[in-house]
Structures are given as structure tokens and as C-alpha cells.
């Protein structure tokens, strides 16, 4: 099983902030996707494909990676991009996700 | 507008079972690849298990392999998970969702409390 391992597990960031976010596997994977989660709602797909916003992403995000190295980063942040963003992938009929980054506002 | 509605949950004593429903609309069911994700308390999310838009194929995590078992009804374009042997370590928000390359739509998620 590919472990994901993302950093760091928390962080603060202002507003207006460049933010990044990374996630290393275990092993090298094709892709990798990230999850907006708020407390109390259920996830959401956030960047799809390593690098392909979701359905009404802002385009403040970005996603970037290859091999075992993958990042989210946020260009601005924003207020409301307080979450915690989980990256995902899939290898031979197995999930797995990071452990989460949770990312709060300064 | 794609909807997934998670029940079932509760309360059940360990060693126990359970069967969690999810009642799908707003799309063609039989065209997409369906999953349960779960989250314990305060962690991070874990895929359990994966069902092909057929249901000829099922894919389970090691830790509930034997114990759980995914499956769907097309005609009432409903997903199952029955949980049999539970453990306390199954605790957790269990999410419905629609798996096409990502997991695109998630439910809103039905709790399930294994506990004495």
C-alpha cells in the first residue's frame, strides 16, 4: 500500500499569503488529488489530476507534482480557504489519503 | 443535482452488525463505480471499500476484508455496506461516494458508534 505523507499537519497563514502544502509517497504514483474538508461538512473534490481545479475552485489554487512529490498551494489565501485538504491517490485497486493538513488563518 | 443519502447508523455493541444504506439520485447509478469512505472521530479519511457500476468487482481495505461487505442494488440505485464482526476500531462517519477517477460526490455522512 502507497503511503501519503503531507506537510505540515498544520499551519497558520495571513491573509494575502502564499500558501503550499505538500504530499510525498511512498512510492512514485501517476497522479494525485486533493480534498477540501470544513468542520462538519463532508469532503469536497478540490484539485483533480495533480494540477485540474474542481468545479468552483478559485483560481488562487494550484496543484502541481510528479512522481512522489505533489503540492497544493494557495497563491493568496483567503479567509474562507480555512479547511483541511487531504491529497489522494490510487495504485493497484487500493486508496489511500494523507493524514490531512489543516490550515488556519493568522 | 447529484444527491447521496447516507442511513443505518448508530450505536452497536462490538462483535455486532450493522447495514448502512445509500440512496443515490440526480445521476444514472449504473454508470458510475461507488465507494464508502470513512473518518473516525477527529482523524483523517479512509477508504473502505470500492464497488464496480456493475458490482462485478469489489475492492476492500485490509483492515475489514472478511468482515464488510460492499454492495449495490441498480435497480433502486442504492449502495450497502454490511459491517459484520465490528469493532470498536470501526467507529466513524461513513461516507457514500461516487467514484469516477475521484471520489466526485460525497454524501453527507451517517455515524456509526461501536461501543458495550
Known amino acids: 500500500e502507497i503511503v501519503l505523507t503531507q506537510s505540515p499537519t498544520t499551519m497558520a497563514a495571513s491573509p494575502g499569503e502564499k500558501v503550499t502544502i505538500t504530499c510525498r509517497a511512498s512510492?512514485?504514483?501517476?497522479?494525485m488529488h486533493w480534498y477540501q474538508q470544513k468542520p462538519g461538512a463532508s469532503p469536497k473534490p478540490w484539485i483533480y489530476?495533480?494540477?485540474k481545479l474542481a468545479s468552483g475552485v478559485p483560481n488562487r489554487f494550484s496543484g502541481s507534482g510528479s512522481g512522489t512529490s505533489y503540492s497544493l498551494t494557495i497563491s493568496s489565501m483567503e479567509t474562507e480557504d480555512t479547511a483541511t485538504y487531504y491529497c489522494?491517490?490510487?495504485?493497484?485497486?487500493?486508496?489511500?489519503f494523507g493524514a490531512g493538513t489543516k490550515l488556519e488563518l493568522k | 443535482e447529484v444527491q447521496l443519502v447516507e442511513s443505518g447508523g448508530g450505536l452497536v455493541q462490538p462483535g455486532r452488525s450493522m447495514k448502512l444504506s445509500c440512496a443515490a439520485s440526480?445521476?444514472?447509478?449504473?454508470?458510475?463505480?461507488m465507494a464508502w469512505v470513512c473518518q473516525a472521530p477527529k482523524k483523517g479519511l479512509e477508504w473502505v471499500a470500492t464497488?464496480?457500476?456493475?458490482?462485478?468487482?469489489?475492492y476492500y481495505r485490509d483492515s475489514v476484508k472478511g468482515r464488510f461487505t460492499i454492495s449495490r442494488d441498480n435497480a433502486k440505485s442504492t449502495l450497502y455496506l454490511q459491517m459484520d464482526s465490528l469493532r470498536s476500531e470501526d467507529t466513524a462517519t461513513y461516507y457514500c461516494?461516487?467514484?469516477?477517477?475521484?471520489?466526485?460526490?460525497w454524501g453527507q455522512g451517517v455515524m456509526v458508534t461501536v461501543s458495550s
Open positions: 461516494a461516487r467514484y469516477n477517477n475521484l471520489f466526485g460526490y
Open positions: 440526480g445521476f444514472t447509478f449504473n454508470n458510475y463505480d
Open positions: 512510492s512514485s504514483v501517476s497522479y
Open positions: 489530476d495533480t494540477s
Open positions: 489522494q491517490q490510487w495504485s493497484s485497486n487500493s486508496y489511500t
Open positions: 464497488i464496480s457500476y456493475d458490482g462485478s468487482s469489489t
